[in-house]
Structures are given as structure tokens and as C-alpha cells.
Nanobody
Framework: QVQLVESGGGVVQPGGSLRRSCAAAGSIGRINGRRWYRRAPENQRDVVATITRGGTTYYEDSVKGRFTISRDNANGTVYLQMNRLRPEDTAVYYC??????????????WGQGTQVTVSS
């Protein structure tokens, strides 16, 4: 099927930056929308940023102006540049892809999730 492999999490001080990436591989016919989600302790998983195949972006209000989502359609990778990080950004971050498989089915796939901790 399809695997999404994330990289780039870790620990950073408030005001710092991190860059996440998520590479897709497998029986991919076409990757449509890509999203980053996050789940803080005792919270539900919420969408942080969305990018369409054509490059239109949407952001959750608390990250507007600080986070940037981008994608490289040639290599199936989506990125999340996170700047001016705050302690409340601490969460497990997941990438998501809506994929049309080679066989023609459409399905959503998830990365493994990576912890991002913002702390002094």
C-alpha cells in the first residue's frame, strides 16, 4: 500500500524552529491533499495545516504566520516549517495524505507520529 515516513521532530526552546518532513512511498497513483495534525496530551488530534495538490494552503488560527506547509509533488514529500515555537505547540505531530492508489481506490494514510517538545 502506502507508507508515510516522518522525520524532524525533537526538543526545542521557545522561540526556536523545527522543520518536519513526511515522505510517501508505495502503490501511489496520485497524492491529493496533504495535512499535518497534532495531538497534545489529553486532547484530540486536530489539523494544523493543509495543502492541496495545487499548492493552496490553510492553517489553524494559532499557527498562522508561524508555520508553513509546503510539498514537493515530484518526490511525494510534504514539509512543515515551524517557527517561533511556543510551549503550547508541544504535541505529537502526524502527517496525513489522501492518496489515489495505482489500483484506483482512494484512501487516507498516516505517518507514525513524532513528538515535538517546546521547553526551556
Amino acid at each position: 500500500q502506502v507508507q508515510l515516513v516522518e522525520s524532524g521532530g525533537g526538543v526545542v526552546q521557545p522561540g526556536g524552529s523545527l522543520r518536519r518532513s513526511c515522505a510517501a512511498a508505495g502503490s501511489i497513483g496520485r497524492i491529493n491533499g496533504r495535512r499535518w495534525y497534532r495531538r497534545a496530551p489529553e486532547n484530540q488530534r486536530d489539523v494544523v495545516a493543509t495543502i492541496t495538490r495545487g499548492g493552496t494552503t490553510y492553517y489553524e488560527d494559532s499557527v498562522k504566520g508561524r508555520f508553513t506547509i509546503s510539498r514537493d509533488n515530484a518526490n511525494g514529500t510534504v514539509y512543515l516549517q515551524m517557527n517561533r515555537l511556543r510551549p503550547e505547540d508541544t504535541a505529537v505531530y502526524y502527517c496525513n495524505a489522501n492518496v489515489r492508489l495505482v489500483a484506483g481506490d482512494v484512501a487516507a494514510f498516516w505517518g507514525q507520529g513524532t513528538q515535538v517538545t517546546v521547553s526551556s
